[in-house]
């Protein structure tokens, strides 16, 4: 399993950044999908995470209200879009996928990583 994410960059405080995260290989038939982050010198953290359907999601605290994750299952694509960021959402974000469809919060759940794609907040 692949997975490429996509759509970061740098963005003013306030903006708005949409990334993409696309599984290629065996998925398997149902999976699920999280989003985490990792700043300079801290842990990575949960960010989002969706069902297979999509009819679940979860987000972390800091970003509830703010942040909007989604998929296309017939694109193999989950997206995460960000909305009215702030410069503590600067991180390296990282899409992941857990072949258990369980949608959990702990980094241990998921099986396979993309390769992160930095966002970059400036205040």
């Known amino acids: 399993v692949q997975l490429q994410a996509s759509g970061g960059g740098l963005v003013q405080a306030g903006g708005s950044l949409r990334l993409s995260c696309a599984a290629s290989?065996?998925?398997?038939?149902?999976?699920?999908m999280g989003w985490f982050r990792q700043a300079p010198g801290k842990e990575r953290e949960f960010v989002a995470a969706?069902?297979?359907?999509?009819?679940?999601?979860y987000y972390a605290e800091s970003v509830e209200g703010r942040f909007s994750i989604s998929r296309d299952n017939a694109k193999n694509t989950v997206y995460l879009q960000m909305n009215s960021l702030k410069s503590e959402d600067t991180a390296v974000y990282y899409c992941?996928?857990?072949?258990?469809?369980?949608?959990?919060?702990?980094?241990?759940?998921?099986?396979?990583w993309g390769q992160g794609t930095q966002v970059t907040v400036s205040s």
């Open positions: 992941a996928l857990d072949t258990w469809a369980r949608a959990g919060r702990p980094d241990r759940e998921y099986d396979y």
């Open positions: 969706i069902s297979w359907s999509g009819g679940s999601t």
């Open positions: 290989g065996r998925t398997g038939s149902r999976y699920a």
